[in-house]
């Protein structure tokens, strides 16, 4: 039923419009369930965050639904206004990119900064390190500002104009409905947000200490544990 697809465009978006095609035209129905992810990406010859994006993709889009515990199915059959024209519209840029560029930009930004963060740098990371702590896990969108907020700064403590603005440019796309609702997802996993709050912990403090080598591994690895969190678990 799935073809491989051709590696000429954005590869979630070709899952995307080949299992919007097979719904179209009903050889996939309303209530039937999808393959795994894992099934799914050897059928279509693609790396599981792909199928990972299209799938969340098309759940934006009302396609389909996951239930928790059963897999993920074709939704049920109703008239449904897709939001995600506007989306892939306005930037088409898929998680798995952004956290490409994230893992190559960033380390080199906390290196700088470790070297070059002010006093008034420091305390303001050191307040939100705080501020994080004093959450509770379940408020989600509270973290993910203050993580936000947290990574700006370190970007803008390099004291470099042009790599500080690479960093806000990629920064940006967390916007999109995609890296939303995958990262949503990721946060509501129990033990997420009480690791990534040690990890930045651990960041500030090798900032903090000016020790350039640890700042730059600590940011690597913070991460590569989020987009292996986002990506790799197991379905």
């Known amino acids: 039923m799935f073809k491989e697809v051709q590696k000429n465009r954005k590869l979630y978006m070709l899952v995307v419009d080949q299992i919007?095609?097979?719904?179209?035209?009903?050889?996939?129905?309303?209530?039937?369930?999808?393959?795994?992810?894992?099934?799914?990406?050897?059928?279509?010859?693609?790396?599981?965050?792909?199928?990972?994006?299209?799938?969340?993709?098309?759940?934006?889009?009302?396609?389909?639904?996951?239930?928790?515990?059963?897999?993920?199915?074709?939704?049920?059959?109703?008239?449904?206004?897709?939001?995600?024209?506007?989306?892939?519209?306005?930037?088409?840029?898929?998680?798995?990119?952004?956290?490409?560029?994230?893992?190559?930009?960033?380390?080199?930004?906390?290196?700088?900064?470790?070297?070059?963060?002010?006093?008034?740098?420091?305390?303001?990371?050191?307040?939100?390190?705080?501020?994080?702590?004093?959450?509770?896990?379940?408020?989600?969108e509270k973290f993910e500002e203050l993580d936000e907020k947290f990574h700006y700064i370190i970007a803008k403590s390099s004291y470099n104009d042009v790599l500080s603005k690479f960093a806000q440019n990629i920064n940006n796309l967390r916007g999109s409905q995609l890296w939303g609702s995958m990262k949503f997802k990721s946060l509501q996993k129990e033990g997420r947000i009480s690791r990534y709050k040690e990890e930045h912990q651990m960041i500030f403090e090798a900032l903090l200490n000016r020790d350039i080598n640890l700042a730059e591994m600590l940011t690597r690895k913070h991460l590569i544990d989020i987009r292996t969190d986002i990506f790799e678990d197991i379905d």
């Open 20 to 140: 919007k095609g097979l719904i179209d035209d009903e050889r996939l129905k309303c209530g039937d369930k999808l393959p795994s992810e894992r099934d799914l990406s050897v059928e279509l010859g693609l790396s599981r965050s792909t199928v990972r994006e299209a799938m969340t993709a098309l759940e934006i889009m009302g396609l389909v639904e996951v239930r928790s515990g059963l897999g993920t199915f074709v939704a049920e059959c109703k008239d449904k206004q897709s939001e995600f024209d506007d989306l892939t519209e306005n930037d088409g840029i898929s998680p798995s990119e952004i956290f490409e560029a994230r893992i190559i930009l960033e380390p080199q930004l906390a290196k700088l900064a470790s070297q070059r963060a002010t006093t008034e740098d420091l305390e303001n990371l050191r307040l939100i390190v705080e501020e994080s702590e004093g959450l509770e896990n379940i408020e989600i």
